[in-house]
Structure formats: C-alpha cells, structure tokens
C-alpha cells in the first residue's frame, strides 16, 4: 500500500497549491487535500502551512508533520497537536540566500544613508556623506540558526563587525559569539544594528522590549524579519522617536496583514515589507520534504525534528 499524505494549509487555495506540486513532483505516494470535516484519511505523514488544530483531531495515525516554512510557532501553539507527534521544519531551502540579500539591503540602507539621499534628490541637491566607518556600525544576529548564521557569515563578509546570540552561544566564523539570557545584554550593548532571525517561542516572545532595545548602542537600526510578536511595538515606536534608535526595517507583524491603522505605515523612520524576507521556494522545499519522507520510511535519521522541550 503506498504512502498516503495529507496536504493542509490555511485557506483552500494554499492547500491546492501545495497538493498539486507534490503530487507533480513524485507518484511514490497518495496526496489528499485536507478539508475540515472530511473523515480522516488515515494519512501517514501531513504537509502543514498553518493548519487548522481540527488537522490533528481528524488524523490519528500521523508519524510525522511537516512543516512548510523554518518557523514553527504556528503548529507548535495547537492545543490538538499530539505530544509525541514528531514535527518537522523546513532547514534554510534556499531562504537564507533571500534572508542574507535583505538583511544588507536593511543594513546598507541605514549605514550609506540611502533616506537622506532620496531627501536630497527631492531637494534637487548634490551633496556626498563622508564614506561609511564599518568600525562604527556592529552589528547584532539574535538567532544563528539555518537561517540566522548564513546571514551572519554575509555581514562578515560585508565588512562589518558582527555579534551572534543564540541559547548555546553558537560559534559561526567570524562571529563573535555570545549565549544564553546572561550575555544578551553584553550582545546588545555591543550592537548598533540588531538583526532578528529567532524562533518565536515563550522564552523570545516581546524580546524586542523597551529594556532591551534601550542597550543597543545610541543611533541603532531594528531588523526584524522573524516574528511580529518578537516586538513590543509601542516600545519600539518610542525608542525611535524619543531618537534614540533611528529607525526600523519590518517584514513581519503582529497581526499579517498589518492593520490600515497602524502607525508603521506612515512613520517616516520605519520601513515596512509584507512578510517577504525569505519566501519558501516550491522546488528546494518539495525536494526537502520528499528526501526526509523517504528516510523516515527507511528508518533513518532526519535533521530538522522540532525539540518539543526547546520549542524550535
Ligand atoms: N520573514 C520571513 O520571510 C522568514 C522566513 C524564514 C524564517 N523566518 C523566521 O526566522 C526564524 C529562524 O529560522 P532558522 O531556520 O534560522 O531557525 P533555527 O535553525 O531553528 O535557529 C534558531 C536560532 O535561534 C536560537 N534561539 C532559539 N531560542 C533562543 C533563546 N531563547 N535564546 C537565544 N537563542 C535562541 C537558536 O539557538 P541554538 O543555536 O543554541 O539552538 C538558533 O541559533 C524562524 O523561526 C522564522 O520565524 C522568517
């Protein structure tokens, strides 16, 4: 009896898609989409985009869920999830090559002054800023993670001095690397630029507080491209406009999309995008997941199982 799968996102339209893509990729196994209120399909493995918790309610003999994207938040935080359900995530599938691309995009904005030259074009001024002094902007990775450390190995290579955060003080050439709640603060002291590549877990929600922004050296830059609720948002507002942070790059939000109200669309120091850092990539992620189907089936180990004590 072939391999029967079951292909959930989070709207009809997300589900068909994915189940049609994999279904195009191999005839090795059944693909069904997953619909509330079916009866179960007594899959084997279930391919997840935000699913509904009723998912893991219908379908009880699951050996594994994949997840189609790195961060888990989503699936972790169902109350139906069972516990010894192995959960697996998607590792880097070509996001960290688009991850690294906007980071130093968000990074060169700030440190070559890219704001203040648009102002002098609409002034209709020719006018050049001494050369950027990279000794002067550090930066700052929380989470060296798939994603997280190849971003870092960039902004090495981009010539400016980088820190690491991550739980076990990680070590990624070249960075400077801290660990653990004890060192946050002497990372973030250290930083001008704070890049966020972190799981969102209960340990790193509304890390990105008033507290810990207000150390990031005087004139410091927010990217946050890992979750919405990473950010207080009110604290973040403040710090930009008491000054002492000079600005924000935001690809992701509380609530997606972020609502026509909210003051980071208008404010003239935040940048906004609309969850659009690293996109899963349909080719890279049905070949990840195909590969590590095929390994559990053959008993073997796979990387990228979500440590239900860890969260991530
Ligand atoms: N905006 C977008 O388009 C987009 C796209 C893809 C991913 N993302 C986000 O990026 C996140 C990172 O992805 P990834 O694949 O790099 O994750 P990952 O491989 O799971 O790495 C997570 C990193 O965070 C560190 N970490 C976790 N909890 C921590 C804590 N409490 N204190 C200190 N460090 C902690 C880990 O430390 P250890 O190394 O010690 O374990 C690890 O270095 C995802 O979870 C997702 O939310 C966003």
Redesign the pocket.
């Known amino acids: 009896m072939s391999i029967r799968i079951v292909v959930a996102g989070n709207t009809p339209e997300v589900t068909r898609k994915w189940h049609e893509r994999f279904v195009r990729a191999t005839t090795a196994a059944q693909f069904i989409e997953w619909a509330e209120g079916q009866p179960p399909v007594d899959a084997d493995y279930a391919i997840v985009w935000r699913p509904p918790g009723a998912l893991f309610r219908q379908e009880r003999r699951l050996k594994a869920a994949f997840n189609l994207?790195?961060?888990?938040?989503s699936v972790m935080r169902l109350p139906e999830l069972p516990a010894e359900l192995p959960v697996l995530?998607l590792?880097?599938a070509g996001?960290a090559r688009q991850?690294a691309e906007y980071v130093l995009h968000g990074i060169a904005h700030v440190t070559r002054r890219f704001a203040d030259y648009a102002d002098l074009q609409q002034a209709g001024q020719w006018r050049q800023w001494p050369p950027v002094s990279y000794s002067e902007w550090p930066v700052g990775v929380?989470?060296?993670?798939?994603?997280?450390s190849q971003v870092a190995q960039a902004i090495v290579a981009a010539g400016y001095p980088t820190a690491g955060?991550?739980?076990?003080a990680?070590h990624v050439d070249g960075v400077h690397a801290f660990?653990?709640p004890d060192q946050l603060g002497a990372f973030l002291e250290r930083s001008r630029v704070l890049v966020n590549?972190?799981?969102?877990?209960p340990?790193?929600e509304n890390i990105l507080n008033r507290q810990n922004l207000k150390m990031l050296q005087s004139g410091g830059y927010v990217i946050n491209?890992?979750?919405g609720p990473h950010v207080v948002d009110e604290d973040l507002l403040a710090l930009i406009d008491e000054g002492h942070l000079q600005g924000a790059l935001l690809?992701?939000f509380r609530v997606e999309p972020l609502p026509a109200d909210h003051p980071y669309w208008k404010h003239p120091k935040i940048r906004i995008t609309p969850?659009?850092?690293?996109?899963t990539l349909e080719e890279e992620t049905v070949r990840q997941v195909l590969r590590k189907i095929e390994l559990l089936e053959q008993g073997r180990p796979v990387t990228g199982v979500v440590s239900r004590g860890?969260g991530?």
């Open positions: 994207g790195a961060g888990v938040d995530r590792e880097d996001m991850m929380m989470g060296l993670g798939a994603i997280g955060w991550s739980r076990s990680r660990g653990g590549l972190l799981p969102l877990t340990d790193t491209v890992a979750r690809d992701v969850h659009v850092a690293a996109m860890r991530y």
